[in-house]
């Protein structure tokens, strides 16, 4: 399993003259890599909180008071929108409160978002990182076209859902039937996609121009060497974020 750093950033390193408070480990890769897997083998093994634009938007609809609604068929939210829920989370608020590490599930899908994340890191005395996920377009493609949801589990329906052992389309825990999400349709994963891969460079110079350690997992192979892999990657930015070697 493939991990490397970005090759402006040679070595992940952090200023030795403030103190570590929080690492904010971004998780990036296109529709179909295996995110939201990820995310969810992490927060379960590390015991660390993970944080969802789309949940706390749901959550918090007062943030978005004022706002003319953004036409996006993609269903992104204007900049003014993320910057005020990044505020309300982690700066007003008490997000991860006791935690060394907030899991970023596909956040940021900009440059400027991830502008936005520094520049709320840097408020909170807090450390940014990005952990992308590398996977081929074949890859993805089969991926989105086999997972599946439960709409009838949990409040979000965005997470692949675990079939039961007896009936692969029906969910393991409420035993309802299992579906395609809506976006994984093949013309929305393909505009998804193409939004993924116009936007990754300019995401990647940003993380460059503001010393953000990048860190990339190659995500082609099994997902459970996928997640082993995230597991070391996670462990490695922790590290170098806290010289102190404090775990999640």
Known sequence: MQLTATANLPKTSYPADDAFRLLLAAVIGPPGAGKSTL???????????????RQQVRARP????????????????SLEAVRRVLHAVFVNGRFAFGSRVVLLDNFPGTAAQLELLAETASRTNARVALLQLHANTPTVVTRVAERRVCLACG????????????????????????VRRETDAPRLHELRL???????PEITECAAEQGIPHLTVDADADLTEVCRAARRALHHLLQSADPSGSRP
């Open 39 to 53: 995310v969810a083998d992490l927060a379960r093994i590390a015991g660390v909180p993970v944080f969802r634009l």
């Open 62 to 77: 007062e943030l978005l008071a004022g706002l003319a609604p953004k036409p996006d068929p993609l269903g992104w939210i």
């Open 155 to 178: 409040p979000d329906q965005h997470s692949p859902a675990v079939h039961a052992d007896h009936d692969p389309e029906r969910c393991a825990f409420c035993g309802a039937a299992l």
């Open 194 to 200: 193409a939004r993924y891969l116009a936007n990754l």
